[in-house]
């Protein structure tokens, strides 16, 4: 069992920046690839990041590569997105997750545990 909860979310004029971070309980977090996902009003969940146990692999979507970042601390049990030239389009609730893999995935239906979800919004 993981149990993960996210932080760090907010308000922020559009190109500005946030870091989520992602705390996950238990002892096995190496074990687990961690994924970032975003859900806005009206709209499907969606993925955003993910990275393997050992950070050696990460993917992004196309709409955020290039300004979003995911990283790992292992020894912190922590996984972490940094969010830069925010735009109002990214405004949504983001999810953070975890699958028991060495894979990662960008499909939600693969991931085991979810966090409650910290909102992000960006005005224009």
């Known amino acids: 069992q993981v149990q993960l909860v996210e932080s760090g979310g907010g308000l922020v004029q559009a190109g500005g920046s946030l870091r989520l971070s992602c705390a996950a309980s238990?002892?096995?977090?190496?074990?687990?690839?961690m994924g970032w996902f975003r859900q806005a009003p009206g709209k499907e969940r969606e993925f955003v990041a993910a990275?393997?146990?050992?950070?050696?692999?990460?993917l992004y979507a196309d709409s955020v590569k290039g300004r979003f970042t995911i990283s790992r601390d292992n020894a912190k049990n922590t996984v972490y997105l940094q969010m830069n030239s925010l735009k109002p389009e990214d405004t949504a609730v983001y999810y953070c997750?975890?699958?028991?893999?060495?894979?990662?995935?960008?499909?939600?239906?693969?991931?085991?545990?979810w966090g409650q979800g910290t909102q992000v919004t960006v005005s224009s």
């Open positions: 990275i393997t146990w050992n950070g050696g692999r990460t």
């Open positions: 238990g002892r096995t977090f190496s074990s687990y690839a």
């Open positions: 997750a975890a699958r028991h893999s060495l894979v990662v995935t960008t499909t939600h239906t693969w991931y085991d545990y």
